[in-house]
């Protein structure tokens, strides 16, 4: 069975950092696009950053400067670092990923079960 297992939340104060994880796992042949998303309270999902394989990333507005996208191609796994964490930032974060699965025939989309990252003093 695939699946992306996220890890990393938690309380931070403002100004703080977190780093989550989101690892794939079962049987993939191939992981093309890998992103983070994040859905706050009253608000729909929304892109905070993303990965292709070849290591283009793109971030929301939001986050640039603050946030960073990295990925390890070899364990199937992207990691976003928060740094300098604001309280509007609190959210429950998804990993995303576009995977190819053994004997499959195309890249089909997944998501994470969420992590919660809560911002305050």
């Known amino acids: 069975q695939v699946q992306l297992v996220e890890s990393g939340g938690g309380l931070v104060q403002p100004g703080g950092s977190l780093r989550l994880s989101c690892a794939a796992s079962?049987?993939?042949?191939?992981?093309?696009?890998m992103g983070w998303y994040r859905q706050a309270p009253g608000k729909q999902r929304e892109l905070v950053a993303g990965?292709?394989?070849?290591?283009?990333?793109n971030y929301a507005d939001s986050v640039k400067g603050r946030f960073t996208i990295s990925r390890d191609n070899a364990k199937n796994t992207v990691y976003l670092q928060m740094n300098s964490l604001k309280p509007e930032d609190t959210a429950v974060y998804y990993c995303?990923?576009?995977?190819?699965?053994?004997?499959?025939?195309?890249?089909?989309?997944?998501w994470g079960q969420g992590t919660q990252v809560t911002v305050s003093s």
């Open positions: 995303n990923a576009d995977l190819w699965l053994q004997y499959g025939s195309s890249y089909l989309n997944y």
């Open positions: 079962g049987s993939i042949f191939s992981i093309n696009a």
């Open positions: 990965s292709t394989r070849g290591g283009s990333t």
